[in-house]
C-alpha cells in the first residue's frame, strides 16, 4: 500500500491510501523514534542484569560485585531481603527481580517510585506509568502498525509511556548495576582528545557503550603475559582508550583516557596509531571498517547484535571474558608489528578534565546533602541547573553547539551537568576543570571554588541520563515540589540518534523544559508540532522547543531558569 507519502504543505494527497493524515503518520513515526531508541537502552541494561545475575552464580569470568552497599541498597528499594545474606544471593534476587521489569508480570516499573509523588500521580493521570520495558516498545511497535492506533494523542502518549520505561527503567537499571558491577563513580582526573593516543604503545580504542566489554579490555591490558608480549614487539605497553560512551563508563570509573566522541571515530583509525578497534553496539559507524582497510587496524566486533562488514568478530561471552579480551589484545599486539611509522600523525592535542559525577559522588561534594546547592539556587547564586546531553551531527560543526551553549550557561550562572558526547565535547573545550569556573558568572564561580567542583559536571554515558532524573528527583522532593517547578532545563544540541529521542522525551515527560537543536522529522504535522513545543505544557508541565543556533538556545533556557524562579518565589 505505501509507502506513506501524502503532501502537507502543498496541493498534493492530504491522507494516504489507507486514510491516514499527516498527524497518524508523523505521530507513529515519531513513536517509532522512540521505540528504537528505548530498546537500544533498555536492550543494554538486560545485557547489565544477565552478567549481574552469572556474576552470582559465579558464572562469569573476571567480573565482580565491586559496590556491595549500593547492591543492598537497590535490593532494599526492591523488598529483597539483605540481613543474614552473602552478596551473592542478593544479587541472584535482585538480577531476578530486574528480569521481570522486562515483561508483563509487573504492572509498573519500580524506579517509577523514585520520582516525586506530584509527577508519579501527572502519570498516573495520563495513563504512562510504565508497566514494563519491553512491553511499552513492543506497543509501540503494534499501535503503529497499518491500521491499528490513527489517534496522534494516543500514539504520542505511548511513546512517552515507552520514554520513561526507559529512561525510569532500562537507562536507570543499567546505570546502577553497573555501578554495582565496576564501581559508582567518584571524581577522578581523566584525559580526553586524540592526544592520548600514544606512538611508543599499542593503542586499543574501546568504542560502543557496554561497559561490560570495554572493562574487561581495561583489565586484560594489564596482564602481565600481555605487557610483556607487547614490549617483546618493541612497545612500552598497551594503551587502551574510550570512544563515545563505553570510554565515558571507562573514564567514570578508572580515569581511562578518552580520544574522542561520536565524529571522532573515523579521525581516530586516521591518526595510524590504532591497533584494535573493538566495539559492541550502537554509534558505531560501518564507515570504520572501510578505514580500518586504509592502515593496519583491526576492527573487531564482539556482540551478534551488532556485526560489520568487514570486521573480525569475536564473541564476547561473559563466562570467557577474560580469556576473549585477552585474545582481543593478542590480536593488537600482532597489529602493532604492522603499523607504519610514517603514517602515524597523532595530534598533540589533549585536555585534562575532572569526571566521575554519579548522583552519590555530588552529594558527598556537597556534604552529603543536596541542601547547599538548594541553598544556593534560593539565594540565586547558581540560577538553576541545565543537562545537555546528547550527540555529535554531521550537519553542525563538531561540538560547536555544545561548547557555545554551556559557556554560555555558566556565564549566566546555570552549573551544566552533562552525559554522552555533549560531555566528550566539553572536556575536550576544558570547561570540565575546576579552574573553568573562572568562565563562570560570579555566584557559580564562588560556589565551584568552595567545592573544588567544575561549573560542568560530567555524570556519565548515554544511559547515566537516569543519574541526572535521579538528581532532579531528589531536588524536587526536598522541597516539596514537582520537577517541573525547578529552575532547571534539558538540551540536547547536536542530536543525532534515536536514544536521544527517547532520552529527550522522558526528560520532558518527567517535567523539564528541553531544547533540542536539529529540528526531528514532525513538522509536517502542525498538530504534533503544537503539542510537543506548546500544548504539552498544560498535562505534563514542560514542553520541546527547537532552534539550532546555540546563542538562542542559551536564551530559551535562561528565560525558562527565571520564569520557574519567579514562580516559587525566588530572586
Ligand atoms: S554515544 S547516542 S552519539 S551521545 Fe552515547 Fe554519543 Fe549520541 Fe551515541
Redesign the pocket.
Given at each position: 500500500m505505501g509507502p506513506c507519502r501524502i503532501d502537507p504543505f502543498g496541493n498534493g494527497p492530504k491522507r494516504g491510501v489507507c486514510g491516514a493524515d499527516a498527524d497518524t503518520i508523523v505521530a507513529r513515526n515519531l513513536a517509532r523514534m522512540i521505540a528504537g531508541g528505548a530498546a537500544a537502552h533498555s536492550d543494554h541494561g538486560r545485557d547489565i542484569v544477565e552478567v549481574l545475575y552469572k556474576t552470582a552464580l559465579g558464572e562469569a569470568q573476571g567480573y565482580e560485585l565491586t559496590d556491595v552497599e549500593k547492591l543492598k541498597r537497590l535490593a532494599n528499594e526492591y523488598g529483597i531481603q539483605v540481613d543474614g545474606r552473602s552478596p551473592q544471593e542478593i544479587a541472584k534476587d535482585l538480577a531476578i527481580e530486574m528480569m521481570r521489569e522486562f515483561g508483563m508480570i509487573k504492572d509498573r516499573i519500580q524506579f517509577v517510585e523514585r520520582a516525586p509523588d506530584k509527577r508519579k500521580k501527572v502519570w498516573e493521570k495520563l495513563g504512562v506509568t510504565p508497566r514494563g520495558i519491553d512491553r511499552e516498545i513492543v506497543e509501540i511497535m503494534h499501535r503503529t502498525h497499518i491500521g491499528v492506533d490513527a489517534d496522534y494523542v494516543s500514539i504520542l502518549l505511548q511513546g512517552v509511556r515507552a520514554a520513561i520505561a526507559d529512561g525510569w527503567g532500562g537507562s536507570m537499571i543499567a546505570t546502577e548495576l553497573s555501578d554495582v558491577l565496576f564501581g559508582t563513580p567518584e571524581p577522578l582526573e581523566g584525559m580526553v582528545n586524540l592526544g592520548v593516543l600514544r606512538e611508543d604503545m599499542v593503542n586499543v580504542v574501546v568504542h560502543g557503550?557496554n561497559p561490560v566489554l570495554s572493562f574487561m579490555i581495561a583489565k586484560a591490558a594489564k596482564d602481565p603475559e600481555l605487557v610483556k608480549l607487547a614490549q617483546e614487539k618493541g612497545a612500552k605497553g598497551i594503551n587502551v582508550v574510550g570512544m563515545?560512551?563505553t570510554g565515558n563508563e571507562l573514564l567514570m570509573r578508572q580515569g581511562i583516557p578518552i580520544a574522542g566522541?561520536?565524529l571522532l571515530q573515523e579521525l581516530a583509525i586516521a591518526t595510524g596509531a590504532v591497533e584494535v578497534m573493538i566495539v559492541d553496539y550502537?554509534?558505531i559507524m560501518p564507515a570504520v571498517t572501510h578505514i580500518a582497510k586504509c592502515y593496519h587496524t583491526k576492527v573487531v566486533t564482539t556482540s551478534d547484535k551488532a556485526k560489520i562488514p568487514g570486521a573480525i568478530h569475536v564473541q564476547f561471552e561473559p563466562e570467557h571474558g577474560y580469556d576473549t579480551a585477552k585474545e582481543i589484545l593478542k590480536m593488537a599486539i600482532e597489529a602493532y608489528e604492522n603499523r607504519n611509522p610514517d603514517r602515524v600523525r597523532i595530534p598533540k592535542r589533549s585536555m585534562k578534565l575532572l569526571a566521575g559525577f554519579s548522583v552519590e559522588a555530588i552529594l558527598k561534594a556537597f556534604g552529603g546533602s543536596v541542601k547547599p546547592l538548594v541553598d544556593a539556587i534560593k539565594e540565586g547564586k547558581i540560577r538553576g541547573v541545565a543537562g545537555i546531553?546528547?550527540?555529535?551531527n554531521p550537519k553542525i560543526k563538531q561540538d560547536y553547539n555544545h561548547v557555545t551553549l554551556t559557556k554560555r550557561l555558566i556565564e549566566h550562572n546555570i552549573l551544566v551537568v552533562e552525559t554522552?558526547?555533549?560531555a566528550i565535547a566539553n572536556g575536550k573545550a576544558g570547561l570540565m576543570t575546576p579552574e573553568a569556573a573562572d568562565l563562570a558568572g560570579e555566584g557559580l564561580r564562588e560556589f565551584c571554588k568552595k567545592y573544588g567542583i567544575p561549573p560542568v559536571l560530567h555524570m556519565g554515558?548515554?544511559v547515566d541520563n537516569s543519574r541526572i532524573l535521579v538528581l532532579a528527583a531528589e531536588v524536587a522532593k526536598y522541597l516539596g515540589v514537582d520537577i517541573s517547578d525547578l529552575p532547571i532545563a534539558g538540551a540536547a544540541p547536536e542530536?543525532?540518534?534515536e536514544?536521544?529521542v527517547s532520552i529527550g522525551t522522558y526528560v520532558v515527560a518527567s517535567g523539564i523544559f528541553t531544547v533540542l537543536g536539529p529540528v526531528p522529522p514532525v513538522l509536517g504535522s502542525v498538530n504534533v508540532t503544537n503539542l510537543l513545543t506548546r500544548d504539552l505544557d498544560d498535562v505534563i508541565g514542560a514542553t520541546f522547543a527547537v532552534d539550532p543556533d546555540p546563542e538562542k538556545e542559551a536564551k530559551l533556557i535562561i528565560d525558562h531558569i527565571e520564569k520557574k524562579r519567579k514562580a516559587l518565589g525566588l530572586p
Open positions: 557503550h563515545c560512551c566522541n561520536f550502537q554509534c546531553v546528547g550527540c555529535n554522552g558526547c555533549a554515558s548515554c542530536w543525532m540518534s536514544k536521544a
